[in-house]
């Protein structure tokens, strides 16, 4: 069974910084392309980053250049570093492994202006 728990969300100011976490567990996690996605109330949840098992990223353009997705296969762990946070960016975060149904509980990020 496919576990994922996403943390490191929280409250911070506009320009600021947070770094998401997501703990897989359930799946040989080395082998899977891993996402980040975003959800807010009455919109569909959208695509933000991915990375695959080889460590290729692909970002939303409107996240491009300001966040990193990374992964640590040793840690069964891929991460969501965001930087120069916008009030837009205001979610709850949930990573994704690919090909799998499996949602994590979600991490709230709050961006105040």
């Known amino acids: 069974q496919v576990q994922l728990v996403e943390s490191g969300g929280g409250l911070v100011q506009a320009g600021g910084s947070l770094r998401l976490s997501c703990a897989a567990s359930?799946?040989?996690?080395?082998?899977?392309?891993m996402g980040w996605y975003r959800q807010t109330p009455g919109k569909q949840r959208e695509l933000v980053a991915t990375i695959t098992s080889v460590g290729s990223a692909n970002y939303a353009d409107s996240v491009k250049d300001r966040f990193t997705i990374s992964r640590d296969n040793a840690k069964n762990t891929v991460y969501l570093q965001m930087n120069s946070l916008k009030p837009e960016d205001s979610a709850v975060y949930y990573c994704n492994a690919a090909a799998t149904t499996a949602w994590g509980q979600g991490t709230q990020v709050t961006v105040s202006s």
């Open positions: 359930g799946i040989s996690f080395s082998f899977y392309t």
